[in-house]
């Protein structure tokens, strides 16, 4: 078992809080304020579970500022009150963000019973093997 420090068991309840908020602010028509503070919680979980530094080093690497300056700018554009803007652009830096882990969670979640067979359906597979290229985002 993993064994987590009290910041990172404090962060994974902030990030699950900012997810929450976030896709019940989505399902009620794009809540700003449920939005908001989704977004600052999903954040302020994410530095509190890997580090504030480590946070830093990720977001602002030279070869992620694109995908940094979308995720961050839908974060700002959310605050200031145009929310679907706001989460297309989030949404849209998030898969810069993390298009390098899609390849690693479509592999485990193929070996996972149920899922895996859905995954490996014919229209399904090929949709999950575009969005699993690291390479077609560019």
């Known amino acids: 078992m993993i064994s987590l420090t009290d910041s ?6 902030l990030t699950g809080f900012g997810v929450f908020f976030l896709f019940f602010g ?14 600052i919680l999903f954040v302020a979980g ?15 690497q030279r070869h992620k500022f ?8 839908g974060v700002v554009v959310v605050l200031i009150g145009w929310p679907i803007i706001g989460v297309v652009l989030e ?3 998030f898969f810069l963000l993390f298009r390098g882990f899609f ?6 979640i193929r070996r996972v019973p149920v899922l895996g067979s ?8 090929g949709l ?11």
């Open 91 to 93: 949404i849209y830096g």
């Open 46 to 60: 994410l530095a509190f579970v890997i580090g504030l530094e480590r946070t830093f080093k990720f977001f602002f």
């Open 118 to 125: 859905i995954l490996n359906l014919p229209g399904i597979s």
């Open 8 to 13: 990172q068991k404090i962060g994974m309840g």
């Open 103 to 108: 390849p690693v969670a479509v592999g485990f």
């Open 26 to 39: 989505m399902v009620l028509f794009f809540d700003k304020a449920l939005l908001a503070i989704g977004n």
């Open 128 to 138: 999950v093997d575009k969005v699993s290229d690291s390479n077609n985002m560019v």
């Open 66 to 73: 694109k995908a940094t300056s979308f995720f961050l700018g």
